[in-house]
């Protein structure tokens, strides 16, 4: 008698989809995914993901969906496949990121807003750049609710400041600063490097003329002893 197994369950890394339909939608999702990254480098136990699916319900791999970004609070930093709710503690991720494309639908993202309201997220931010367009909502009881005044709004969870025009959108650091591009961020760390270089070669000149305002002093000195005048 053979006896029957049950096979195990798949749960895929890709729901086949592309990351981004376009450049500008790509851009938006690596500027905060990124910076997000850099808020909360020096905190273990804060993972931030990009179009990473998440699983919340064990033993159903059917009911997933891949944010443009998420933010777990209080889960380790580290590489996954997947973000399968089960084997993290059972932590929802609590913030998750949107941005809009052309071929988003009115169904589809009725759909991820009935879905992370069931599942648990706490803050809800969707950015359209075609349209420029902020919509947040943030968790109050158990319903996600419109964020009213998203022109100037802080994060509860992130500490993040948006800062909405009808021109432009910035997003803040904590301590003000502004998120910045891939290509910003590497040009802000070569000017930093170049001031460290500058400031090196300025203490080194410096030292340079004391030790020869130095040497000439001594030699001075040994000039008047020679010729018998006591400094």
């Known amino acids: 008698m053979t006896l029957a197994t049950t096979p195990d369950i798949i749960y895929p890394d890709s729901d086949g989809q ?8 790509f851009n938006w999702i690596v500027l905060l995914k990124e910076n997000l990254e850099c808020l909360f480098a020096n905190d273990p136990h804060v993972f931030v993901g990009g179009d990473l699916l998440w699983y919340p319900v064990e033993g159903q791999p059917e009911i997933r969906i891949a944010p443009d970004v998420l933010v777990a609070l209080g889960r380790p930093k580290g590489d ?7 084997q993290e503690d059972n932590v929802a991720p609590q913030v998750v990121f949107e941005i809009l494309s052309p071929g988003n639908t009115l169904r589809e993202m ?53 800062d909405w025009t009808p021109e432009t ?8 600063k502004p998120f910045l591009s891939t290509v910003e961020l590497a ?7 170049m001031s ?35 400094p």
């Open 169 to 176: 959108l910035k997003v803040y650091y904590p301590d003000g």
């Open 80 to 86: 996954r496949g997947s973000y399968r709710q089960w």
């Open 110 to 162: 009725t759909k991820k807003l009935h879905f992370y309201e069931r599942y648990g997220v706490e803050e809800y931010y969707i950015y359209d750049p075609d349209r420029h367009e902020l919509t947040g909502l943030e968790r109050i009881a158990d319903k996600l609710e419109l964020i009213d005044n998203i022109e100037a709004w802080t994060s509860p969870r992130l500490g993040i400041r948006f």
């Open 187 to 193: 040009k802000q760390a070569e000017a930093a490097q």
């Open 196 to 230: 460290v270089i500058v400031e090196r070669e300025r203490a080194e000149l410096e030292k340079q003329r004391a030790d020869q305002a130095e040497a000439e002093n001594l030699r001075l000195l040994e000039l008047l002893r020679k010729a018998g005048i006591e």
């Open 18 to 25: 592309p990351m981004a339909d376009n450049t500008k939608q």
